[in-house]
């Protein structure tokens, strides 16, 4: 017994069409997009967003993070709303995808319910949150961090980019510092569609990844103190070299991470040398560590193994070691309710379909701490990301929007 929704699809060609037109904005080098948080190009990206919104009739709220909530008035004013969103910013080379397609999915789910003329008990919120990448600040998930009430607002604008802008200044400087408390929604459930940004389901060949779980992080930040010295004519054995220090610290976390198999990843994406300068042995190095795993003891394991063979290592060199957290998350358990829902729809609408764990995080993972929430994935061509070359296929994007609207109607409930 079909019911008379189940034929519903949301409009694929509209979508694709928004999701290319965004990509214009804050073009990378190689065919991708370099829209990091609070610069104009972002700012650029939020005009586009808010105009499309506007002509589907969406209601804008702003908090003081700069996190838009665009809502679809329901049927029942009292019923809390359900948010459906992602992101907007992206990494200095990422791709036209992450983020942006949760994003802009929410949208289409509700261009597609005002099309149809169907209304919803509760209120539908399409959200972009502020700095999900934490690239330009971290860490990652800020906003929906605060908004969660896992960070404070304070540390929140403290946050300095590699040019010792803060977060605070450079939210008033692009004009979306908003006037709303973070935190201050309260949800009824939250739902993201998001690209994989691994190899699981393009090598399944499953076009639907309903998510059960997202993997826990800690982003550990490691100052070494060496001594600046000329590196031509100081001898080998006069050298306290922080380089050194860092490459062995390196070579360490790839180790820790493959003696942690299965489901475990570690590495570092971000160092800054000081001076930097060819003929001088580094006074400072910073880098960040990033590791990963669902599994609560084998992450939190990692970590002491990390902070401890690293400052034994440092210790040896003579370097002088400090590490800071900079950011984490536990390993997130999503609403088995709201998964059923995905998975029944993606079973409904013929898609095949596989559970999946995210190895990256999302906002998804902070708002699971507030409401219940989960995620859809589509896959990603040869698992890529955070890297230009993210590609994804039209059918693909449809796809997981249409299980988007399925679970979104499911949750919100369609009135008359
Ligand atoms: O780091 C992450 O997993 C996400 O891309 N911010
Ligand atoms: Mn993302
Ligand atoms: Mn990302």
């Known amino acids: 017994m079909t019911a008379p929704t189940d034929n519903l699809r949301i409009n694929g060609e509209r979508l694709w069409d928004s999701l290319m ?244 990843v570690g590495g570092v994406g971000q160092v800054f040398f000081t001076p930097n300068s060819r003929n001088v042995l580094p006074g400072k190095v910073v880098f960040t560590i990033d590791i990963r795993s669902p599994d609560q003891a084998k992450l939190d394991g990692m970590r002491a193994r990390i902070e401890e063979e690293a400052l034994l290592i440092a210790a040896e060199l003579a370097v002088g070691c400090t590490i800071e957290p900079v950011g984490h998350f536990d390993p997130v358990t999503f609403d088995p309710v709201l998964v059923g829902r995905v998975r029944s729809a993606a079973e409904r609408l013929g898609y095949s379909n596989m559970d999946i764990i995210s190895g990256a995080g999302h906002d998804a993972c902070w708002a699971a701490k507030v409401a219940p929430a989960t995620m859809i994935m589509c896959p990603c061509v040869d698992g890529l990301s955070h890297n230009e070359d993210e590609t994804i296929t039209p059918e693909w994007a449809s796809a997981g929007a249409d299980v988007l609207l399925h679970a979104v109607l499911e949750t919100a409930e369609i009135v008359g």
Not at 139 to 165: C, H, I, N, W
Not at 193 to 210: D, F, N, R, T, W
């Open 21 to 264: 037109e965004m990509a214009k904005i804050g073009p990378g080098l190689r065919g991708g997009n370099n829209r990091q948080t609070l610069t104009d190009a972002d700012g650029e990206g939020r005009k586009l967003f808010e105009g499309w919104c506007e002509a589907s009739g969406l209601i804008m709220g702003v908090d003081k993070m700069g996190t838009m909530f665009m809502t679809r008035p329901g049927t029942d004013p009292a019923a809390l709303p359900v948010y459906v969103g992602s992101h907007l910013d992206t990494q200095p080379t990422g791709g036209k995808f992450d983020g942006v397609l949760g994003v802009l999915s929410a949208l289409e789910v509700v261009r597609s319910l005002n099309d149809l003329g169907i209304k919803t008990k509760h209120p539908i919120v399409v959200t972009n949150w502020a700095n999900e990448e934490g690239a330009r600040f971290a860490p990652a998930m800020l906003a929906s961090g605060v908004f969660a009430g896992q960070l404070t607002l304070d540390y929140a604008y403290g946050r300095k980019d590699p040019e010792g802008k803060t977060y605070g200044e450079e939210l008033k400087r692009i004009g979306w510092l908003g006037e709303e408390n973070v935190g201050a929604r309260k949800m009824h459930a939250y739902l993201e569609y998001h690209i994989e940004q691994g190899p699981i389901l393009e090598a399944e060949k499953k076009q639907i990844g309903v998510v059960t779980h997202c993997q826990g992080l800690w982003w550990l930040e490691v100052t070494l103190t060496g001594k600046e010295a000329h590196t031509g004519s100081t001898p080998m054995a006069m050298r306290v070299n922080a380089g050194l220090a860092m490459a062995r610290i390196i070579e360490m976390v790839q180790t820790v991470a493959m003696e942690s198999q299965p489901g475990a």
